[in-house]
């Protein structure tokens, strides 16, 4: 069987500076967990990120089943992509997982010419659709899928929905991604997920999956239940990647690496042990407020210089509103304490959530400016599908407000739920960006601290410069929207 892996892409269609490209470490894992399985398999992998050899690779390869992997903004590609598989001589059958997938899994079948979606993990529902199909057996009532199954005398279709699949409690049970489908110099070309880093060759890695936390806002593909790999686990795949490919630096994806601080104890001995010496930075978020000194001693020790904390607001209404609970005194202090042990310390914040007022917002920036942080990102609120913040959001008058889904980009300001209008929105997020980066003394501590100053040079200043750029442009926007040319009443 020849199967095609691809994770969908808004970067070909808008020459947006916020997207971020990483290895595509979800369909590494399908992947590798379909290569295990099934030995005879052809497997290749289009990352539309990078490279669009799509409709190349339909064509010489001639697959027979297609998985797409798709965020919520960048869903509004998949009816032309998918068509184009199915309109390919392997005539495949396609298959749709991801974030997406998960918080909105009805509307992929009522827009595209999909099969089956795929909810939630997929390693295990990917190898049993694979094994059914290749069998000729009957795919419907598949655990963790929903399979569109058509009357072959009508042409008409119903959707069955298979029975929940519980999570995979044994990560280790899992075979290390496929880093050899990838081209793993090609993603130095591009932004990735740090702005401030040290290697040019860096790979991805997840060492946990699921959160425990019940924050409104937040997908659920890897559910509330959190699951560790073993220290031995993680510093196996760590060793063989660095070995193999001579990767010096580790990006940590996982939701909260920091939650089991004894694992993180373990895999910095682990690491010493085996006289390994490599870099980690944590470029999707750690809890703040459950960061320790010893913890914090511990990832240094590692290798890790460059962390992020995921504050979102400094409004204790919001973070209970937000079910996060973030201690915000306490984190300001761990992000002073990482800074003083020549950490790179950057900060997530959201601005937009329900009933947010001026007040709230602008004592958020606040807070982020006068930390000790040297970056600071701010997103507008989005309610995706299947979250609590998507059921307040369209019980408002306002749910009308995105007709596409690439409108859900987290960079993009096309909601506001808060109780500011269009245009404050716009003028706070220009002044956020501009009040944080606008410092001597943040620019001073970061140039002391930081691995490589023409990364600093070519993705700093230009990040800067665009981010400016954009909140201006958003802004002026507003304004002209309100102010400018009305038309005219018709009598």
């Known amino acids: 069987m020849k199967i095609l892996l691809v994770r969908t ?57 297609v998985g797409f992997s798709t965020l919520t903004c960048e869903a509004f590609l998949l009816p032309d992509l998918i068509a ?7 005539r495949p059958l396609v298959i749709v997982g991801g974030p997406h997938a998960t ?10 010419a999909a099969d089956i979606v795929v909810l939630g993990e997929g390693e295990l529902t990917f190898i049993e659709i694979i094994e059914k199909y290749s069998k000729d057996e009957d795919i419907a009532a598949t655990a963790g899928a929903i399979v569109k199954v058509i009357d072959k005398k009508s042409g008409n279709f119903k959707i069955v929905r298979g029975p929940a699949r519980s999570a995979i409690d044994k990560l280790d049970s899992l075979p290390f991604p496929a880093w050899d489908l990838i ?15 040290s290697e040019d060759r860096y790979m991805t890695i997840f060492t946990s999956r699921g959160c425990p936390y019940q924050c409104i806002y937040c997908h659920r593909i890897f559910g509330k239940k959190p699951r560790f790999r073993s220290a031995e686990n993680v510093v196996d795949e760590i060793e063989a990647v660095h070995k193999k490919y001579k990767i010096k630096e580790f990006q940590v994806i996982d939701d909260i690496y920091n939650l089991y601080p004894a694992r993180i104890v373990k895999i910095a001995a682990l690491l010493k042990e085996r006289n390994i010496k490599v870099l980690f930075s944590f470029p999707n978020g750690l809890r703040a407020d459950i960061m320790t000194e010893d913890t914090l001693k511990a990832m240094k020790e590692s290798g890790a210089y460059n962390l992020t904390f995921a504050i979102e607001s400094a409004s204790p209404r919001l973070q209970k509103l937000m079910r996060k609970g ?12 990482a800074e003083k042990m020549g950490f790179i310390v950057n900060g997530f914040f959201m ?44 019980q408002s008058e306002s749910h009308d407000a995105c ?3 690439q409108k859900y980009h987290y960079f993009n300001r096309y909601f506001n739920l808060a109780n500011v209008s269009p245009i ?13 980066y606008l410092s001597l003394p943040r620019v001073y501590s970061l140039l002391k601290i930081t691995p490589n100053y023409m990364k600093f040079l070519k993705q700093g200043i230009f990040f800067f410069f665009s981010i400016a750029y954009h909140n201006l442009s958003s802004l002026l926007k507003e304004v002209y929207r309100y102010y400018g040319p009305q038309k005219k009443i018709k009598k």
């Open 403 to 405: 007709k596409g889904t």
């Open 424 to 436: 404050m929105f716009a003028y706070i997020m220009l002044y956020a960006n501009i009040k944080f």
């Open 351 to 394: 601005l937009g959530f329900p009933g947010e007022t001026y007040f709230e917002m602008m004592g958020t920036v606040d807070f982020a400016v006068r930390s000790k942080l040297h970056h600071a990102l701010f997103f507008s609120v989005n309610p995706h599908g299947f979250t609590e913040l998507s059921e307040t959001f369209y």
């Open 103 to 112: 918080s909105s899994p009805l509307s992929i079948f009522a827009q595209t």
């Open 84 to 90: 184009r598989a199915k309109s390919s001589a392997g």
């Open 9 to 65: 892409s808004y970067r070909l269609h808008e020459n947006y500076v916020y997207n971020r490209v990483a290895p595509p470490v979800g369909i590494m894992y399908l992947a590798s967990c379909a290569r295990e399985k099934f030995g005879d398999a052809e497997i290749k992998i289009v990352d539309l990120l990078i490279r669009d050899n799509y409709d190349q690779t339909l064509a010489e390869f001639k697959p027979d089943l």
């Open 326 to 337: 973030v201690n915000v005194e306490k984190a300001e202090k761990i992000i002073e304490m």
């Open 183 to 197: 081209e793993i110099d090609e993603y130095q070309k591009y932004f990735d997920m740090n702005i401030w880093h």
